[in-house]
């Protein structure tokens, strides 16, 4: 903890139920990360109910869309096929393991994520292929826009933040704090090691042809 | 007692109604049963999740009038006529599984050829699941080693021109291997590195006769890939027909084991991001050129080298080239060539459109005891394609191709060394 700069601020909150939390991440030369992965996790509350909506994590153009998903703890997540081709979808993650064959006609049944952590995704035919699933113990959870921030409209009371992205190269795999709301609802996380190489343009260029790779 | 009567002739109507369906259906069945295999695969492919792709091409030609090949004369173009042709037809059967087992096969049918239905490509392959920085997969069967990024649409089609560059075409119609390949490979996401590449080592049998084509008849440009059991033929050469001379058939059956040798090849790939792509390989048949079967095909000595590289100015503009160069071998040197050949495209995608221009250069060489049959040949080639796109199933194209070319041999037949020719196709596709 002691390794990151983090700023607190104490603003006047409209409501004394929800406050408006307000999360910042920045690399080490203070430029703006976005697709970030922030959670925060109620130290009162323990349990929620699961959620009905399933959550969706689709393969367009030989890539997963999106990159990185966010998913509440017992959460079924849909795999379906847009491409035209197959995919053979895999984790080896402790969250979750397993293995699912995406034909381009046939739909796959949901699978259900019940155990918080982060699930990387691979496919064995397309070895390009990378995403993740980050199950959250919490429905309070986004990623990071362009600018690095996310707005979270949070019940009052005292929670863990935790913070993620796969180029993270920090002590700790996810970034974790504390942060109590409403006397302190704004927070800026600091990297302080440089971020692992911008590979995002192996999300470029996709060959329409693949028969051949 | 008519009644009876209509009853008796309307049963026996049916009855000869349903052998005439049934001898139809036998003849057939008997006919094409690779045909009706294939039927029966694609219409059981939605039950047995298997993935069953298609590619059908018909084309009009307008040919220049040099006989080609397939009519034993000596142009370097597939169509000798003007005229509607079943260009390419094929169904691909695929399915891998959860033990990381999996297979291919494509079959074709051709109009042009002496075999016009039968297999072209059949695999297995095994690729366990794997998130480890090194990985590898194994495949065996009857395959391409993966040396060109020209033909990467289904069934080796190249999905860029219709009349393949003069490399490729001979690959399509001489070279298969009945073998085994263990690959050994490295995706660069998995070590977060834009690079990626990939180690292939391979060990077959057949192919004995790979050079044959070449030596005598030159490198040509067409898109007819040899099918299982398929012939090559070529024309006549009283050096190469002769009974006083070589004595070979005009033909050559690429495929045979002759010698009992195994063949080799071995390949390295390397991707920046997929944007950039080098793939080198080293291929050796290592055969005895001093074998002959009974039909008097010679195992053929050829190996050579090929390199193939592929960069993407953006995802819809693409350079492709490829170079080629190598020896053949056969008898004690009654045949040694030196084969050179390359090429460079340009496509470029603009919507549904997509056109491509190509530059062929081909040259072969020879240094053999037999000055009686020459075997020197080369050649350049332009051709330009534009495909478009109507929907995700059906596409259109045109394409003109010119090249100048010379053979020898052509003088032992009384024909011109050197000729130009060309060539037009309109093509209508359709996939599924």
Redesign the interface.
């Known amino acids: 903890m002691k390794f990151y700069y983090i700023v607190f601020s104490v603003l006047l909150s409209g409501s004394v139920f929800s406050a408006e939390t307000s999360i910042s991440v920045v690399s080490n030369n203070n430029e703006a990360i976005s697709n970030v992965v922030v959670t925060l996790t109620s130290k009162e509350i323990k349990t929620y109910e699961a959620p009905k909506v399933l959550a969706v994590m689709d393969q367009v153009d030989t890539q997963f869309l999106p990159h990185v998903l966010i998913v509440q703890q017992d959460s079924k997540v849909i795999f379906p096929n847009s491409d ?3 995919h ?1 979808v ?1 984790s ?1 993650s402790s969250a979750k393991t397993f ?1 699912l ?1 995406l ?4 739909e796959a049944e949901p699978l259900l994520f019940s155990n918080p952590g982060i699930v ?1 995704l ?1 496919c ?2 397309h ?4 995403g993740y699933i980050f199950v959250a113990d919490t429905p309070y959870f986004a990623k990071t826009g362009i600018q690095g921030k996310v707005n979270l409209d949070v019940p009052e009371g005292d929670y863990l933040v935790r913070v993620w992205n796969p180029r993270f190269q920090e002590e700790e795999d996810v970034l974790s704090f504390q942060l109590s709301i409403p006397s302190q609802n704004s927070l800026t996380v600091k990297l302080v090691n440089s971020l ?2 911008d ?1 995002s ?2 999300e ?9 790779e | 007692m008519k009644k009876v009567t209509t009853n008796f002739l309307n049963m026996n109507r049916s009855r000869l109604k349903q052998i005439q369906v049934l001898i139809l259906v036998k003849s057939l069945f008997y006919s094409c049963k690779g045909l009706c295999l294939l039927m029966l695969l694609v219409c059981s492919s ?1 039950a047995l ?1 298997l ?1 069953v792709k298609g590619v059908i091409q018909a084309n009009f030609v307008v040919a220049d009038g040099h006989a080609s090949w397939f009519e034993h004369g000596t142009g370097i173009l597939a169509y000798s006529e003007n005229g509607f042709n079943i260009q390419q037809a094929l169904v691909k059967v695929s399915d ?3 033990n ?1 087992f999996g297979f291919d096969l494509v079959a074709n049918y051709y109009q042009l050829g002496s075999q016009n239905l039968g297999i072209s490509q059949a695999q297995l392959a095994y ?1 366990p ?1 794997s ?1 480890s920085k090194l ?1 590898w997969r194994a495949r065996a069967g009857f395959f391409y080693p ?1 040396m ?2 020209e ?4 069934g ?1 089609l190249s ?1 860029f021109t219709y009349t393949q560059s003069a490399i490729n075409s001979w690959i399509g119609e001489e070279l298969r291997v009945a073998g085994a390949e263990f690959t050994l ?1 490295s ?4 070590r ?3 690079l ?1 590449w990939e180690l292939h080592g391979a060990v077959f049998k057949g192919n004995d006769p790979l050079g044959t084509a070449i030596s005598w008849r030159g490198f040509t440009l067409h898109d007819r890939q040899s099918l299982n059991n398929d012939k090559v033929p070529f024309a006549a050469y009283p050096s190469v027909v002769q009974e006083d001379r070589i004595f070979h058939p005009n033909y050559v059956e690429p495929y045979h084991e002759l010698d009992g040798r195994l063949g080799f090849y071995l390949g390295a790939h390397l991707d920046y ?3 950039s792509s080098l793939r080198y390989y080293f291929y050796d048949n290592q055969a005895d050129p001093l074998v002959v079967n009974s039909q008097r095909l010679y195992a053929w000595r050829t190996k050579f080298h090929s390199l193939s590289i592929q960069h ?1 100015f ?2 819809n503009t693409r350079v492709i080239a490829q170079w080629m160069s190598g020896s053949s071998n056969m008898g004690q040197r009654f045949v040694y060539i030196n084969f050179d050949a390359w090429y460079i495209m340009f496509s470029h995608k603009l919507k549904k459109h997509r056109f491509t221009a190509r530059l062929d250069d081909f040259q072969v060489r020879e240094d053999d005891i037999f000055l009686w049959d020459p075997n020197n040949s080369d050649g350049k080639a332009i051709t330009l394609a534009w495909r478009y796109d109507l929907n ?1 199933h059906w596409q259109v194209g045109i394409e003109q191709h010119f090249n100048e070319n010379s053979s020898d041999i052509r003088a032992t037949v009384g024909q011109d060394v050197s000729i130009d020719q060309q060539q037009s196709l309109a093509v209508i596709q359709y996939r599924w």
């Open positions: 035209s081709i197959k053979h895999y080896f293995e064959q034909y381009k006609d046939l990387e691979g064995n035919i070895d390009w292929m990378l692992l190489p590979l343009d192996y470029e260029g996709n060959d329409e042809f693949s028969e051949y | 939605k999740a993935e891998s599984y959860s990381g690729k699941l998130n990985r993966k060109s990024l033909n990467v649409d289904t080796w999905p490979f995706p660069g996401r998995s977060k590195s834009p990626s991001f997929k944007q993407k953006t995802s995700k």
